[in-house]
């Protein structure tokens, strides 16, 4: 059993004045409803993360709570994020130019089989 994914994501930051990279490289391992992995983020450093997957009922939509690294301003930042069927929601916030909160949304692809 295998539970390594690759994935590719691309992201639009809404509410932000930062300049944000919006390409995602991604590779998580799944077992259960626990994941781990890493990823490219906006910042244009590489995350590191942990978290679990709550499913809806009839699998349409899933949410991810984690603890995430590679953000400035915390060494480790809480991660929520809201997918459905490859599309994804997820809060933001911009320590610098003064604690702009927004929003990233994105679509994510799962690369190979």
């Not at 944000?20 to 995350?47: K, L, M």
């Not at 809480?78 to 003064?98: C, F, K, L, T």
């Amino acid at each position: 059993m295998n539970c390594l994914s690759l994935l590719l994501a691309l992201s639009l930051h809404i509410g932000l004045e930062g300049n944000y990279n919006q390409i995602h490289p991604h590779a998580r391992c799944t077992t259960d409803t626990f994941i781990s992995g890493a990823y490219y983020n906006s910042e244009d450093n590489i995350s590191l993360y942990v978290g679990k997957v709550i499913e809806d009922v009839d699998k349409n939509w899933d949410l991810e709570l984690g603890l995430v690294t590679g953000y400035s301003g915390m060494d480790v930042a809480p991660m929520i994020r809201y997918i459905n069927d490859g599309w994804w929601v997820a809060p933001a916030y911009e320590q610098s130019h003064g604690g702009n909160i927004g929003v990233a949304i994105g679509y994510e692809w799962k690369l190979g089989k």
